[in-house]
């Protein structure tokens, strides 16, 4: 019986089943503020330099069955070529498996991005980026309410849904679009000089609304709506010489789901913390999270100003009356390189 109510389980997360149709939703990221080009393609090639991720989330650890999301990704600057009007080129992956690896999610997308230099002191991207999708689940291990009895557990071998020959995986081809925009107090960039960032964005991801159905019967992707900014302010003190204050905050919505994260983030030259709140609400439920970040930086090439940064972040989830509490954790490596077509990189990341 503790193994049929943990299956239970696994399907009530994953799928909400009506008239065939399987409704998901996107993985997010609790360190958005290391790996925006995800969020928005428009935010691609945004600062200079080659910039490498690797992220790793285990969500609701607490739960009998994995929900694991790994997402590798490099974002490489062109506005800083002879090629004007380009802004930056990258290439993301990402693999999210969810219920002992029964629903697998795998996701390749090219964001690419135009750029406009609006003001001395304002610049402009749109971004759009081609996604290829594929999904997998194997229904075999998989249980379903037609099956159990309350007092006797499995009395069916085999459940309706089988003999619709659900397909065992589906592909399929969508895009999302973006805008950016960047005020800098002081664009120069020189060393000597104080520079504070504001960077807002918002973008639409599933632009088409693919169908994601493994039935015949058509299910579509909502369209995921989001705003993210985020304030980088350069401390003035000589004693915290290079020390930064970024607030940040991002909204995502997609079908019934919303969710919201605000929170600030400290960081100076060998390390960084943050703390934020998320609040989500879906059709189902409505629950909040502490997140608490922190992270250290390696100089890999001084000469070079590059660098590696290493991120753990853990989510708490507060109980309530419904729910019990969980916990998650992601780990990032993030990787400033020099540009592929400069000997050295011009500048740092801000963020």
């Not at 991207?125 to 999708?133: F, K, N, R």
Request: charged share 15%; hydrophobic share 40%.
């Amino acid at each position: 019986m503790e193994r049929i109510k943990l299956k239970k389980l696994i399907i009530s997360l994953l799928l909400i089943y009506s008239g065939q149709v399987v409704i998901a939703q996107d993985v997010t990221f609790s360190q958005f503020l290391y790996s925006p080009s995800y969020y928005n393609p428009a935010a691609t090639g945004i600062d200079r330099g080659l910039l490498g991720t690797i992220n790793y989330r285990r969500a609701l650890i607490y739960l009998p069955a994995k929900f694991e999301s790994y997402a590798v990704g490099l974002d490489q600057s062109l506005h800083d070529t002879e090629l004007k009007g380009l802004g930056g080129a990258g290439i993301f992956l990402i693999n999210n498996q969810e219920g002992e690896s029964n629903l697998n999610t795998l996701a390749l997308g090219i964001p690419i991005s135009a750029r406009v230099e609006l003001t001395d002191h304002w610049i402009l991207q749109a971004g759009v980026a081609p996604v290829i999708y594929q999904k997998t689940i194997n229904w075999g291990n998989l249980i379903f309410g037609d099956q159990l009895n309350p007092y006797y557990g499995i009395v069916l071998p085999q459940s309706g849904i089988a003999l619709l020959d659900p397909a065992p995986s589906i592909s399929f081809f969508d895009f999302d679009i973006g805008l950016w925009t960047r005020w800098e107090s002081d664009p120069s960039r020189q060393s000597n000089v104080l520079n504070d960032v504001f960077d807002f964005g918002i973008s639409i991801q599933h632009i088409p609304e693919p169908n994601q159905s493994f039935f015949l019967q058509k299910s579509k992707l909502p369209s995921k709506y989001i705003v993210m900014a985020r304030y980088s302010h350069t401390i003035s003190d000589y004693r915290l010489l290079d020390s930064k204050i970024q607030p940040v905050f991002l909204y995502e919505q997609q079908g019934p789901m919303q969710d919201f994260v605000l929170g600030v983030n400290y960081t100076r030259p060998g390390f960084n913390v943050g703390s934020f709140f998320r609040r989500e609400q879906n059709s189902i439920l409505k629950f909040s999270e502490l997140i608490f970040l922190a992270g250290v930086d390696v100089n890999l090439n001084s000469d070079m100003l590059s660098s590696v940064r290493l991120n753990y972040s853990v989510d708490f989830t507060l109980s309530s009356n419904k729910k019990k509490g969980n916990l998650s954790h992601e780990v990032s490596l993030i990787f400033h390189l020099p540009s592929l077509h400069r000997n050295k990189s011009p500048c740092k990341m801000y963020f």
